[in-house]
């Protein structure tokens, strides 16, 4: 902190305010200054502390509040106190999602503050196929576009993981977990159809996933190129 303060003021000539920003669990750890000291000669700093477990204490306020910031520091929270509870935590995910659609933030604003909770409030497989579940009925009461987009990041994270276990095979994975969201449970025809697809069925079938309404219209035979 002290490095990055004192090069800024080297660089843009203006006062400088550094701030910590404390996410550790200990109620007593809270350091407010650093300094050298070499033979006679001092330099330091001082700095103000935010202890995010302090907010705790005032949920009530972050709940009543329309800063986005709000959000985060209640997804951190969550994030520490269900971390030996799934199905709590499975809660509170989908509690804090529901608030971004209550609180008419841009429409960037929510697939930046979707994309954090869902990195800090992970969850097992399992409840993460109800999350999904719950989002696409949130959509439908809603009528919003956002889940869809989250939908789409959940397309990019299961590509990412898909290259790690064989391309066409993660594509597979992605895809049926979509479907299921979508869809409901796959009936063992579609399972088949999607472990005898094409690379080129596979990508044709994920540009429809998300528009189409029936499991048949995206399961649909693709025309030879």
């Keep these: 902190m ?32 650093y300094e050298q000291n070499l033979w006679g000669c001092r330099v330091g700093i001082e700095f103000p502390v935010i202890k995010l477990r302090d907010y705790t204490a005032r949920w009530d306020a972050l709940e009543a509040s329309d800063n986005p910031f709000a959000t985060v520091v209640m997804a951190h929270l969550q994030a520490r106190a269900t971390r030996r509870d799934p199905e709590g935590r499975l809660q509170w995910k989908l509690r804090l999602i529901r608030q971004l659609y209550e609180r008419g933030y841009a429409r960037q604003d929510v697939l930046e503050l979707l994309r954090f909770i869902d990195w800090v409030l992970t969850l097992p497989a399992g409840l993460e196929a109800r999350l999904q579940a719950e989002l696409v009925q949130l959509e439908r009461e809603r009528q919003v576009p956002y889940i869809t987009s989250f939908e789409r990041m959940g397309i990019e994270q299961g590509l990412q993981q898909g290259l790690q276990q064989g391309l066409q095979q993660g594509e597979v994975i992605v895809l049926k977990r979509l479907l299921t969201r979508r869809f409901g449970p796959l009936p063992a025809w579609a399972e088949q159809r999607l472990e005898q697809a094409s690379p080129q069925e596979l990508e044709s079938w994920a540009e429809r996933v998300l528009e189409a309404q029936r499991l048949e219209d995206v399961l649909a035979s693709v025309p030879a190129s």
């Design 2 to 33: 002290y490095v990055y303060n004192y090069r800024l003021f080297d660089r843009y000539d203006r006062p400088v305010v550094s701030l910590a920003v404390l996410g550790d669990a200990s109620p007593s750890w809270r350091p407010r200054r």
